[in-house]
């Protein structure tokens, strides 16, 4: 399994600290955005040319993640 540590960093001095792939000012919610919206893969990195297959498969990685562990998020009343 791919470990999304090797390609993603938070750093207070780029993006105010979100979570971007590492070497760039590329944001992951904005990789998963794109996804979402229903850009492909291949899209992707002929858009980003310094992006990886593995930058894009850490960024869903990372998603997963966070969705799986402890977040706090609140709650609709």
Sequence with gaps: M????Q???A???VMYGKPCIKGTRI????ILDKLAAGQTI???????????REN????????ADSVR???DLPFAS
């Design 2 to 5: 791919l470990d999304w540590h």
């Design 7 to 9: 390609h993603i960093a």
């Design 11 to 13: 750093d207070p001095q």
């Design 27 to 30: 944001p992951v919610d904005l």
């Design 42 to 52: 291949e899209d992707l990195l002929e858009g980003y040319p310094q992006l990886t």
């Design 56 to 63: 894009i498969q850490a960024c869903l990685q990372y998603g």
């Design 69 to 71: 562990n402890d977040i």
